[in-house]
């Protein structure tokens, strides 16, 4: 699209492109340069949470865009004067931020199973060596039985994606990020029809678990959510476990 | 011990045992019943950090322990009038506390791996979403070339042995907390006759490919160190890679 009609072919040279999105840190450097070919300055400001914004480009591109960048974020990083180490540095956050609300989920239920009350278990946790940013800011939404999402599940499958190609590249393993990246697909691959690619966080275990255990139930009884699906004839998968312990689970 | 002479055979009925170590919720319970038999008081009152101690146990324990335990801690939890419930919380804790250390070195590592600066690293991930506890109290360290141990790799091998134990107990799969398991046994493994048990949290892989990767080298010169690790006869492990571009490794 960018280099079709309306796209960079339509900018004047001496504009900036500015690309915020998470992307392959080489694929970043590639368009750099491509872009330069046709005079076009090239500002990677790849953008997280609310809001960081980390950027690298020429100080040309910096000239036209700093300004703009610096009013809309909270946080703005100069990381160098060539495209690709912002991105880096965002598929490296990216691979902590999936590894941490995938481990909040695990976390969270695997102590429903074990029958551990959820706000002792929050309260403790937000305030212990275990804390997260993911876990202080999802799980208060598992415990208020809030599913909206905040966020795509396939946005984890698509950025844990993401680093693993990185650090194949480079012959680096990464243990966790490649089981948080499987945990993701298995949540994305659940409810193709129903959900689809509008699935939400929400789809991971722990928040599942926590919905199937009762503690919330958006309304509806939870004992008869429950039955319905524990011990009906659907029961999602294998490796869903009830956290309840009623005589048919335990 | 505690059975033995000197032991709780010693103590007076209705004085009080406080357990303050991270143990199996179910042995805990257990030694309440025991205890209780010879009508000595229990308080199970796992330790976390500086200081957090969750509590439970009955009113008669409370009533002897509650003070000093207050006095002693920033923190303090009351969590049911049965032992095992704090233990439960605790050993939580830990699963998330083992999972985002390992994850914090694995991302510290590829970022050094990839070329990023692992200052500007620190910065923008400690101020994102991708932060924890471990991640912004650990990681200074790695920067700053501070190899004093902070908690025995051996801590989490124990830890989330217990958390897996567990988990099993209850038929429950813990995809991430294996995995990190599975990296401090390694990490444990690696050098029992130099360190054995008294290897610390910086032999993880992150800290140790900052180390090899000359952004800390105690000292000594980080190319000579760099060259000894890498290219010398005797290679730690196919799976430490080289972090710096140099022309052997790339």
């Not at 699209?1 to 339509?10: D, R, T």
């Not at 946005?155 to 393993?173: C, E, N, Y």
């Not at 691959?189 to 129903?194: A, G």
């Not at 919330?216 to 294998?238: K, T, Y």
């Amino acid at each position: 699209m960018l280099f079709g009609a309306g796209g960079a072919a339509a900018m004047r040279p001496g504009s900036a492109f500015v690309m915020c999105s998470t992307v392959d840190p080489n694929w970043s450097s590639r368009l750099e340069v491509r872009l330069a070919e046709k005079g076009i300055l090239y500002l990677d400001a790849t953008i997280s949470g609310e809001i960081t914004i980390m950027t690298e480009g020429a100080d040309a591109a910096y000239a036209l865009c700093e300004p703009i960048l610096k009013y809309i974020s909270a946080r703005f990083y100069k990381l160098g004067a060539k495209a690709g180490a912002g991105s880096k540095v965002k598929i490296i956050n990216q691979l902590l931020a999936g590894v941490h609300i995938a481990a909040a989920a695990e976390a969270m239920a695997l102590g429903l199973r074990e029958g551990v009350d959820p706000r002792d278990l929050y309260e403790v946790i937000s305030n212990s060596a275990g804390n997260s940013w993911m876990f202080s800011n999802r799980m208060p939404h598992v415990l208020d039985a809030d599913y909206t999402p905040l966020s795509a599940v396939d946005i984890f499958v698509k950025d844990l994606g993401l680093v693993l190609d990185t650090a194949r590249a480079s012959k680096f393993p990464l243990p966790l990020a490649s089981t948080a990246h499987k945990m993701f697909m298995q949540a994305s691959r659940r409810r193709p029809r129903r959900r689809g690619r509008r699935g939400g966080d929400q789809d991971l275990p722990g928040h599942r678990t926590a919905q199937q255990a009762g503690v919330a139930a958006r309304g509806r009884p939870a004992a008869r959510l429950h039955r319905r699906r524990f011990h009906g004839r659907h029961r999602p998968s294998p490796t869903i476990s009830c956290a309840r312990a009623c005589a048919r689970c335990r």
